[in-house]
């Protein structure tokens, strides 16, 4: 069979040959501010993959598109440019040195620098390493993480004052805690200094056997901190004179952010318990382990062994309780689960001529030890910011408020808890007719103890916190600027203890008789006034900053205390009105504090540096032949990096400066009154049934000032782009 098809006619494939499109040849060299070229940085079409890369003398050669308008510049360690082609086709970018942390921002005393160009001694701890640990006070937020600075929590119970040393001890008569200034407040930053014994009149950190004391800083929400400087040497500490001694700590709070308004809420829960607690004997283990003891005795001359029958008086664990009874008294003491929940919120926004930052927080956490003590604080903070359209008045308002209330630890670590450890394993808390079983007396006295009848005892406190701050600049001229720091501080502290007659035992009556009830008030209030100047200018080569002002100080501290005993009922232990006998206590002291200050800085082409300070401080504390002390100090920086022989020498190195300073602080650290003679009453002594006046101390109209000499050298080293710091 024969098929006969047409015959197919083929078609010519046609290839479509696209024609390049019309490209452009960008040239340029690429260096950094010194004019050294920069190899390898790489120079991108914005928004394509389309590039090149710098060769050695910082040349490169880019082929891109006709329509392409932007070219992005970058190389590790250097700020990213941006450099618009508008038609050119050759190019010569210069790029800055990226602000790595020595050219960050540093908060000094009544103004900022960078660690470039600091002469002194200045730490910094930022807002995020300060967040991430979970703690209630912000100085608990340094340990571990700034040298020279050592903390110390008074006691083992909740909000326990934090003690806190900068470069060890500094002064004979203050104390070891540092200046504490809150965004220009300064605080009342003694540790335990809310808390009092009615019964004097002077404040302490919690009595007899209750762990406490609250710290003022309890009241500064962690979450609401930008940085912690710590101002360690003469050179950043003495224009705070007499204050300064034992170093500066200026905590700087959050602004607004500009911008649409932006709303932020955390929460947070967690559980604490102790990491490690001792692995204690079991009662069979134990009991064992105390019969072995009676039948071994004791030594004698003739026999290493000497069996000693037990009795009651001697061994309750072995002939009384329960034989198959266990208690682990460590985790009783210490070892209970303490919840702790946290919740704060933040709204910012506005723009330059007017912004706003308001934050709340509530943190409520409870403490391992025994009665369920815990700590719960409530924060609020409002910050308004406002700047004129010339960008020549400026005005910062700021005001926070704290509450807390906290109640007790009702047994001390070093007290209570150290007996309860040592409590046997099978000692019975309560006796089998369901009373408190007191075992002190009744058997070897001083190796029992109940902590029953201490639970019963209720101490507790409230404290208010309240700092308002406001901020003024006014600038006259070019670089001439007045300026004003005011701010007022008020604290209020109740402090209560009652102890009821179901605390009453054979344990406790060689420190607690009878029943009592102890109430203080304790009030603090600061008023303090800044006014300054600030001058500055380009001089030569380098730059001048001038700075005159003065501290106008007034505080003023109240105290009354009331103790009441044996009321004849517990419920009237809550009350002033009652008790046989009624102490009662109140002090009032004044302190007036008024300085002059100046500072003078000058920056010659970023590599020679030299700082001055002066200030002359005047205090109600001295009598009138000391009533003013001088301090001062001077500091000197070279940063022999920026010199040409040694940065082409040492091209490893990146920073390079050497640092010097001498100066002194001082301190007025001293009883009020002291330089005159001051009469107290005593209700225990009488004369003919009146009560009597004595002296309360040997006047000193010659005491004066106390003053500290300092001196410190430093070296700061930058490798790696400055990636690597070395700081002594």
Same mark, same amino acid.
């Given at each position: 069979t024969v098929v006969i098809k047409p015959k197919e006619e083929k078609t010519a494939a046609i290839t479509v040959i696209e024609m390049p499109q019309e490209q452009l040849r960008l040239t340029g060299t690429v260096k950094d501010r010194n004019g050294i070229p920069l190899q390898s940085a790489a120079v991108v079409v914005k928004g394509t993959t389309i590039g090149a890369s710098t060769d050695a003398e910082g040349n490169f050669v880019l082929y891109c598109p006709a329509d392409s308008k932007v070219l992005e510049i970058s190389i590790l360690g250097m700020k990213t440019q941006e450099v618009v082609i508008g038609g050119k086709n050759s190019f010569t970018v210069v790029l800055e040195e990226e602000a790595m942390d020595i050219d960050e921002v540093q908060v000094i005393a009544y103004g900022t620098t960078?660690?470039?160009?600091?002469?002194?001694?200045?730490?910094?701890?930022? $807002?995020?390493? =300060?967040?991430?640990?979970?703690? &209630?006070?912000?100085?608990?937020?340094?340990?571990?993480?700034?040298?020279?600075?050592?903390?110390?929590?008074?006691?083992?119970?909740?909000?326990?004052?934090?003690? #806190?040393?900068?470069?060890?001890?500094?002064?004979?008569?203050?104390?070891?805690?540092?200046? =504490? =200034?809150?965004?220009?407040?300064?605080?009342?930053?003694?540790?335990?200094?809310l808390i009092a014994d009615p019964t004097t009149n002077y404040t302490t950190g919690g009595t007899n056997f209750m762990t406490g004391g609250v710290s003022p800083l309890n009241f500064i929400n962690p979450g609401d901190i930008e940085s912690i400087d710590i101002l360690k040497d003469a050179d950043a500490t003495s224009i705070y004179g007499s204050r300064a001694s034992n170093g500066v700590i200026l905590i700087t709070t959050k602004k607004a952010v500009l911008g649409?308004?932006?709303?932020?809420?955390?929460?947070?829960t967690g559980l604490s318990t102790p990491a490690y607690t001792a692995e204690r004997m079991g009662t069979a283990e134990y009991l064992q382990m105390r019969k072995d003891a009676f039948a071994m005795g004791n030594a004698s001359a003739t026999s290493a062994i000497n069996p000693i029958t037990p009795t009651e008086f001697y061994a309750p664990d /072995?002939?009384?309780?329960?034989?198959?009874? *266990?208690?682990?008294?460590?985790? @009783?003491? #210490?070892?209970? &689960?303490?919840?702790? *929940?946290?919740?704060?919120?933040?709204?910012?926004?506005?723009?330059?001529? %007017?912004?706003? /930052?308001?934050?709340?927080?509530?943190?409520?956490?409870?403490?391992?030890?025994?009665?369920?003590?815990y700590q719960e604080r409530l924060v609020g903070r409002m910050v308004i910011g406002h700047t004129s359209a010339d960008n020549k008045l400026k005005i910062n308002l700021s005001s926070t408020f704290g509450y807390e209330n906290q109640t007790f630890t009702y047994t001390s670590f070093s007290n209570n808890n150290l007996q309860l450890i040592a409590n046997v394993p099978n000692f019975e808390i309560y006796n089998e007719d369901g009373s408190v079983n007191i075992a002190y007396g009744k058997y070897n006295n001083g190796i029992y103890f109940n902590p029953v009848p201490m639970s019963y005892v209720d101490s507790y406190s409230k404290t208010g916190n309240? /700092?308002?701050?406001?901020? /003024?600049? @006014?600038? =006259?001229a070019t670089g001439l600027k007045v300026k004003a720091l005011i701010s007022y501080n008020l604290q209020n502290n109740e402090w209560h203890k009652i102890?009821?007659?179901?605390? %009453? $035992?054979?344990?406790?009556?060689? *420190?607690?008789? *009878?029943?009592?009830?102890?109430?203080?008030?304790?009030?603090?209030?600061?008023?303090?006034?800044?006014? %300054?100047?600030? @001058?500055?200018?380009?001089?030569?080569?380098?730059?001048?900053?001038?700075?005159?002002?003065? &501290?106008?100080?007034?505080?003023?501290?109240?105290?009354?205390?009331?103790?009441?005993?044996?009321?004849g009922s517990d419920a009237l232990l809550y009350s002033f009105a009652n008790g046989n006998p009624t102490t009662v206590n109140s002090n009032k002291f004044y302190y007036k504090f008024a300085s002059l200050f100046g500072r003078a800085t000058y920056n010659w082409d970023d590599k020679y540096l030299i700082n001055l300070t002066f200030r002359r401080d005047g205090s109600s504390k001295f009598g009138p032949d000391n009533k003013f002390g001088n301090f001062g100090s001077a500091g000197l920086g070279w940063i022999f990096t920026e010199e040409d022989f040694i940065s082409n020498s040492l091209s490893f190195l990146s920073f390079g400066k050497l640092r010097g300073s001498y100066g002194t602080t001082g301190s007025d650290g001293i009883g009020d009154y002291a330089y005159i003679s001051i009469m107290q009453s005593s209700t225990n002594n009488e004369y003919a049934t009146n009560d009597i006046l004595f002296p309360a101390g040997i006047p000193n109209p010659g005491i004066h000032w106390e003053k500290t000499a300092k001196m410190d050298i430093g070296l700061d080293l930058g490798f790696l782009s400055n990636r690597i710091m070395f700081n002594t």
């Open positions: 960078t660690k470039r160009l600091n002469t002194g001694t200045v730490a910094t701890v930022k $807002s995020e390493d =300060i967040v991430s640990r979970p703690v &209630t006070n912000v100085l608990q937020a340094l340990q571990g993480q700034v040298a020279g600075v050592a903390l110390h929590q008074q006691s083992t119970g909740l909000g326990s004052p934090v003690d #806190i040393v900068v470069r060890g001890q500094n002064s004979f008569s203050s104390g070891t805690n540092p200046l =504490i =200034i809150v965004d220009g407040v300064v605080v009342n930053s003694s540790p335990g200094g649409e308004t932006k709303y932020t809420f955390n929460a947070s /072995l002939l009384v309780w329960d034989q198959a009874a *266990y208690t682990d008294w460590t985790d @009783y003491s #210490i070892g209970n &689960t303490a919840p702790v *929940y946290s919740f704060d919120g933040q709204i910012t926004g506005g723009n330059k001529t %007017m912004n706003y /930052l308001a934050s709340a927080g509530y943190t409520k956490k409870y403490d391992v030890q025994p009665g369920k003590p309240l /700092l308002l701050s406001a901020d /003024l600049s @006014y600038e =006259i102890f009821p007659s179901t605390a %009453m $035992s054979a344990q406790t009556d060689t *420190y607690n008789p *009878y029943p009592f009830g102890a109430h203080t008030t304790n009030t603090f209030n600061a008023l303090n006034i800044e006014p %300054m100047l600030t @001058y500055d200018r380009k001089v030569a080569k380098g730059n001048l900053s001038l700075l005159a002002g003065a &501290t106008l100080l007034s505080k003023e501290s109240k105290l009354t205390g009331a103790t009441v005993n044996e009321p």
